[in-house]
């Protein structure tokens, strides 16, 4: 199993650019997470799905879009990218919601000039 | 929205001592989760705790769930360079949503 992987690693955008951050998971996981990580702080939620089709927004969406049309894949779309959106992104998957075991991707560094 | 304090912020030790962190909620959670980011990687959990009062270990690692809901600790015994990172917990209640703390830094200095 090759767990939660996201691509790209690392990416550089101009201001108004857009872009779609790529996450799959092989382990049949329900649930998704999109997480963003700022410098010093916590992970923010971003958006959430329980299942494919099924979509909702976290503590922090403005900004973001995001689809599930398949329960391995959870992409997060920036459409006018913002220096406010710099962060490192982390997407995650459990089985279930609430206190069950998230695994963690090894995250986005995305950097907005 | 729910907030988690942690603290230390910050923990510059020497290998072989002991480290304590805590973690302080505004409201009540479920479960309390510790988890633990290496550099440039996504963080891993730890130890997950379910009851209040709850007393869970994971070889060094000895993490509680306070008496009152609104706190956890997480305590390391004998420090490797190893557990160098980004310490983290992260609380839940009744929704799928976790809630995590801003992190304790630990630092070991040779």
């Known amino acids: 199993n090759a767990g939660v992987t996201q691509t790209p690693k690392f990416r550089i955008l101009k201001i108004g650019q857009s872009m779609t951050l790529q996450c799959t998971q092989d382990m049949n996981h329900n649930y998704m997470y999109w997480y963003r990580q700022d410098p010093g702080m916590g992970l923010k939620l971003i958006y959430y799905s329980v299942g494919a089709g099924i979509t909702d927004k976290g503590e922090v969406p403005n900004g973001y879009n995001v689809s599930r049309s398949t329960t391995e894949d959870f992409p997060l779309r920036l459409e006018l990218a913002a220096p406010s959106q710099t962060s490192v992104y982390f997407c995650?998957?459990?089985?279930?919601?609430?206190?069950?075991?998230?695994?963690f991707g090894p995250g986005t560094r995305l950097t907005v000039l | 929205g729910q907030q988690l304090n942690q603290s230390p912020q910050s923990m510059f030790i020497q290998e072989g001592e002991d480290v304590s962190m805590n973690c302080t909620s505004s409201s009540i959670f479920n479960t309390w989760l510790w988890y633990k980011q290496d550099p440039g990687e996504g963080p891993v959990l730890l130890i997950a705790?379910?009851?209040?009062?709850e007393l869970t270990s994971n070889g060094r690692l000895t993490a509680q769930f306070g008496i009152t809901r609104k706190d956890s600790f997480l305590n390391i015994s004998a420090s490797i360079p190893s557990d160098v990172g980004i310490y983290f917990c992260?609380?839940?209640?009744?929704?799928?949503?976790?809630?995590f703390g801003t992190g304790t830094r630990l630092t070991i200095i040779p």
């Open positions: 705790l379910y009851k209040a009062g």
């Open positions: 992260a609380g839940y209640f009744g929704n799928e949503k976790l809630t």
């Open positions: 995650a998957s459990s089985w279930t919601g609430g206190g069950d075991t998230q695994y």
